[in-house]
Structure formats: C-alpha cells, structure tokens
C-alpha cells in the first residue's frame, strides 16, 4: 500500500492554496465542503476562488509564494503550472512535515485527493495512489451506482442513537451484533422506502423491547424479470444478495439464482419432475415459518409478483402475521417479451389498449368474456396460453375477429433462447405443433404483430 486512507477534519482549520487557476478552484471546491479556511497565494486568482476563499473567511494574497505561507497550515496544496514552485513548495512542507498535496505530481505528494462516494457522513474515497486517476473515476462511478443514495441518511439515524446503544449493550460484541441486526433489517429498509421517522420510532422500540419480543425475519417478495439477468432492477438485486432463503421457482433463470448470496439457501418450490408444484398454501406457511425463524427471506418469482405470480396471496399471510415485507416489481412477461421481439403493445395506429390475459384452462376450457376480446384495435396478451392454444384461437374466431388476425408466440423471451414465430389465428395452432414448441411461451395478439417484420432487433 503506498498509502494510507485516512478521513481529515477541517473543520475550521486553515489550509493554503498556492495557486490561483481553475485546478486550484476544483480543490478549493472540495476544501470548502470539507469546512476548511482556505487561503491563497497566487499571482493572479480568478475571481471565483476569491470569493470561494473569501467565503470561508480565508485570506488572498496577490505575489510570489514564500516559505512564510505554509507555516502554521494544516494542508497545502500546491496547483501551480510551474514545476519548480510546485516542487519548491512540496519540499517546503516535506521539511516542516506538513501535509502536501501537488496537483498531477504523486511523487511529489504527501497526501493525494481521492476520488469521492459522498453520502455524508458516509463517504468513501476510491484512490489508484496517483497512477490512474481516471480508473479511480470509473470505479467511483460503480459505486455510486451500487451504493443506496439513502445510506447517508442511514447513517444519520444510526449517529442519533449510538449513545444510547452503548448504555444498553455493554459488550462491543453485543453492539456489533446489535448494529448488524439494524443495517441488515426491516428498520434499514424503511430508510430506504424513504419512511425515516417510522425507522426511528422501530429503533426506538427495538432499543426498549426484550430481543425475543421482536421478530428479526422479513420477505422480500422480488419480480426477477422475464429471463434476461440483465432486466432486473437494482433492489431487486440488493436484496437478493442480502436474503439469507431463497424461495424460487421454474421460471427464474438459472442465471439470475446465481446473482444470490453465495451462502444463501436455496429452495426449489416449482413443478418437480413429477409435475407437482409445492402447493400454494405450503410456500405461504414455509414464508410465514421462515421468517420468524428470524430469517431474510427472498421469494424470488418471474417477471412481475402481482402479475399472474400469486404475490398477493403470498404476502396476505404474512401481513396477517405482522411479519415485515416488501415487493419489489420486475418487468412482467408481456413487456420484456414483446419489447425483445420487436412488437410494441400500443401504437396510435393500430392499438389504443393492450390486455393482459390468463390462456390456463379449467377443465379443458377456457372462461373469458369472448366477445370483448374481438374489438381490433386492442392488443391481447396471452399468459400461459401454450396448452390452450387452439381453443384461444378457435374462440377468437367464433365471437368474430377475423381468422388472418396476426398472432405471435415468444417462447423463452429476452433469453438467449428466445423463440419467436409469427402466424394467424387459423393457422398458429399447428404451426405451434410443427415447431414444436415448449414453455414458457406467451401469445401477442393483433394487428400490431406486423410491426415485428420492421422492428425485430434482438434475435441473432
Ligand atoms: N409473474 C409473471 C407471470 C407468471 S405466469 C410475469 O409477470 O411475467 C407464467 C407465464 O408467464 C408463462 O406461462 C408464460 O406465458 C409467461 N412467461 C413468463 N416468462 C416468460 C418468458 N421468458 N417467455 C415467454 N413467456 C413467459
């Protein structure tokens, strides 16, 4: 390690500037956020850093730099386009040992200005020790990407109460675990969705209630998407890799399982090869168990929970059971699909409506009201419609749309196995047969299935 991260207070402590351009504003800038007295000496300054310094009740001195103005500074910096000054002044403070930082010169630095993550107070600092600056720059962006813009707040709400933790668990152990439990938990994430006083009122009686009063568990209920790992969304992703059981069935990808803890559990509840799914009224209990059993649990559905995906049912329990809960929506199969395949649901001149539909049958057929089905100028969607297929299609035609209705079966959508075949009503059933289709697939009905020859653009 070439060097040593540390945090500066400046709070009210007086640095110098020696030079007066813009490199010597963009510093200045970072100074003045810190709290520092910033003074300049330069020969000429420009008027933005005047006032910059002047507002932090900083001198400027017009003239030549001399030793005299770094005594008694608790930072230098030099920002000068003159390599000799710039290195005068580095050995200047080197001698006095006084921290130096020379802008664009590591070698000549004492302390160099990272690349900064600011969630006051958190903040994180990225540093390539001067080699790459702009690579510190990229991860920084990373970061900040991956780094919940509420957790400066967080950390906020956790400063207002440390000293009351102390008083409560004595042991540092007894608060790590304390603390552990909080950041992780339902008081976290209430943060999060942005609730800060319902979080500080949890803290509040978390801190007064006996530890088994409280339930520690919580369930995600989590739309994975439609296949494509790339198409979850970012809480969806943070949770998975914070969920200590993870509930999934045959629709998540392989893929996207693999983006949960590593040491996390995994369960199965889809159809086994036996064909029996773990019924519906099981996973709710195995929920409501695992969540008081203290656990972070992920129920992990394809594309959207509330659509098609029984997540209202799943989380009806746990409400009943006070159990802490979130849903985190995920892109439904109707939009990764039709957008992967070229075919927009709406357009102003074909489609001024879309419906999404379930195509399951109930004893061999299928109970939807037909005849608001037929109006042309809606889009209809057809969720789990592979196995009535011909009935769809044959219903379709009896109530009067008319047979050369383009239709398009997906199968697989936005994975690297999509599948997409374009027919009509009269002829799609056997064409399905032909091509031997398999789950899961979803039917896109109307005219706006024409567009696809003009707007395909993902398959290869
Ligand atoms: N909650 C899910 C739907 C669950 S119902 C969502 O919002 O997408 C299951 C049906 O979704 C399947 O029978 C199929 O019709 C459809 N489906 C889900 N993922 C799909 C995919 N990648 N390609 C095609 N159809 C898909």
């Known amino acids: 390690m070439d060097f040593l991260p540390l945090y500066f207070q400046l709070q009210g402590k007086p640095c110098v500037m020696v030079g007066g351009g813009t490199i010597a504003l963009r510093k200045a800038i970072l100074l003045q956020k810190s709290g520092a007295i910033i003074n300049i000496v330069a020969r000429k300054v420009l008027p933005e850093l005047r006032q910059l310094a002047e507002s932090t009740e900083g001198t400027i001195r017009i003239g030549d730099y001399s030793v005299a103005d770094i005594e008694g500074m608790f930072l230098v910096v030099a920002a000068t386009d003159d390599e000799a000054l710039n290195k005068q002044v580095s050995d200047d403070a080197h001698q006095r040992q006084l921290p130096v930082n020379v802008v664009d010169s590591p070698e000549l630095c004492s302390v160099i200005l990272p690349a900064i993550i600011d969630r006051s107070p958190l903040v994180i600092a990225v540093s390539s020790g001067g080699k790459s600056p702009v690579l ?3 991860l920084r962006s990373k970061i900040e990407s991956l780094v919940p813009a509420a957790y400066g707040r967080l950390a906020n709400l956790v400063g207002g109460f440390r000293d009351k933790v102390k008083l409560s668990y004595k042991t540092v152990d007894e608060r790590k675990n304390f603390w552990e439990e909080v950041l992780n938990g339902p008081i976290a994430e209430m943060v999060f969705a942005g609730k800060d006083t319902v979080a500080n009122q949890m803290l509040s009686q978390r801190l007064d209630a006996e530890p088994a009063e ?18 979850l969304t970012f809480r969806a992703l943070r949770l998975m890799q914070k969920a200590d059981v993870v509930l999934y069935d045959r629709l998540v990808a392989d893929q996207i399982i693999e983006l949960t803890r590593r040491d996390a559990e995994r369960i199965y509840v889809g159809k086994k090869r036996s064909n029996h799914a773990v019924p519906q009224e099981d996973i709710n209990q195995m929920l409501v168990k695992l969540a008081k059993e203290g656990k972070r649990v992920l129920r992990l559905k394809g594309g959207d929970p509330f659509i098609f995906g029984r997540g209202g049912e799943e989380i009806e329990q746990l409400a009943s059971h006070n159990i802490p809960f979130q849903v985190v929506p995920g892109v439904t199969a109707a939009s ?12 102003r001149d074909y489609a001024q409506s879309v419906r999404f539909i379930t195509g399951h049958l109930k ?16 889009t209809l969607v057809f969720y789990m419609g592979l196995v009535g297929l011909p009935i769809i299609c044959q219903k379709l035609i009896e109530y009067g749309r008319n047979p050369e209705t383009p239709i398009a079966l997906i199968q697989q959508g936005t994975t690297e196995q999509q599948r997409v075949l374009v027919s009509n009503l009269r002829e799609m059933p056997a064409t399905a047969v032909k091509e031997q289709v398999r789950a899961p697939t979803l039917l896109i009905i109307g005219e706006i299935v024409t567009l696809r020859e003009k707007l395909a653009w993902f398959e290869h």
């Open 214 to 231: 409280m339930i520690k568990g919580e369930v995600y209920l989590v739309g994975a998407g439609p296949g494509d790992p790339d198409l």
């Open 136 to 138: 510190a720059r990229m």
């Open 363 to 378: 004893n061999g057929t299928a109970d939807l009201p037909w005849d608001e089905l037929v109006h042309t100028n809606q």
């Open 336 to 347: 990764g699909c039709s957008t992967y395949a070229g075919i927009p649901l709406t357009h």
